[in-house]
């Protein structure tokens, strides 16, 4: 089975622009999370999708926003961008909601705001 | 707050050795906790999982325990190997509501 895949793996952006991230997770997986890891704070849980629905959200602004696609794929927004959000943005899947098994991550996409 | 503390300093072992983690945490009630290794530049990879009411769980040379009175965990890697250098992540996980908290990880570095 194909592991879970981030795109892009990099990005730069600016102060004040959005960006995009997309994960597709492993085949058959239908939770997805977010995690945001930085040097300072670890990994911090950003939100959870299960079935197309946000189950659960992170201490994050409303800056940060994600969706689920039929097929669970995920997407995560980040707008506004602040210098603060340059991080590691971490997917991971899981075969049932809830926490409740093992989260298989993804690579990564390395996010700089410069 | 909940709270989740992991060794803060690296630890150094000798290869053969039996390398202890420690993952200790307050206000949570957790059905669940988690081990992750993280190697530099790359995501978590799933180790152990062990649930609120199992004490210990073993999988080949890696071992966890589960205190829910003491609101620790140990993990254990026996007779490590220099590739078993890398950082160790402790997660909690409660039930409903689903939100997973990590450790800050505790970097293990083992000398051949």
């Known amino acids: 089975k194909a592991g879970v895949t981030q795109t892009p793996r990099y990005l730069i952006k600016t102060r004040g622009q959005q960006v995009t991230l997309s994960c597709s997770p492993i085949?058959?997986?239908?939770?997805v999370s977010w995690y945001q890891q930085t040097p300072g704070q670890g990994l911090q849980f950003l939100f959870e999708y299960f079935s197309e629905t946000q189950r659960n959200k992170g201490n994050f602004p409303g800056r940060f926003s994600g969706r689920q696609f039929s097929n669970s794929r995920s997407e995560m927004n980040v707008s506004t961008l602040e210098l603060g959000d340059s991080a590691l943005y971490l997917c991971?899947?899981?075969?049932?909601?809830?926490?409740?098994?093992?989260?298989?991550f993804g690579p990564g996409t390395r996010l700089t705001v410069t | 707050s909940q709270k989740i503390e992991q060794n803060s300093e690296a630890l150094n072992i000798q290869e053969g050795k039996t390398a202890t983690l420690t993952c200790n945490y307050t206000n949570y009630s957790p059905a669940y906790l988690q081990w992750y290794r993280q190697d530099p530049g790359r995501g978590p990879v799933f180790l152990l999982l062990i649930r609120e009411n199992e004490k210990e769980k073993r999988k080949e040379r890696l071992k966890v325990t589960f205190d829910t009175t003491l609101k620790q965990s140990l993990f254990h890697i026996t007779a490590s190997q220099p590739a078993d250098s890398a950082t160790y992540l402790c997660a909690l996980e409660g039930t409903g509501g689903f939100k997973t908290i990590f450790g800050a990880g505790t970097r293990l570095f083992v000398k051949a």
């Open positions: 085949s058959g997986h239908r939770s």
């Open positions: 991971a899947s899981s075969p049932v909601a809830g926490g409740q098994g093992e989260q298989y």
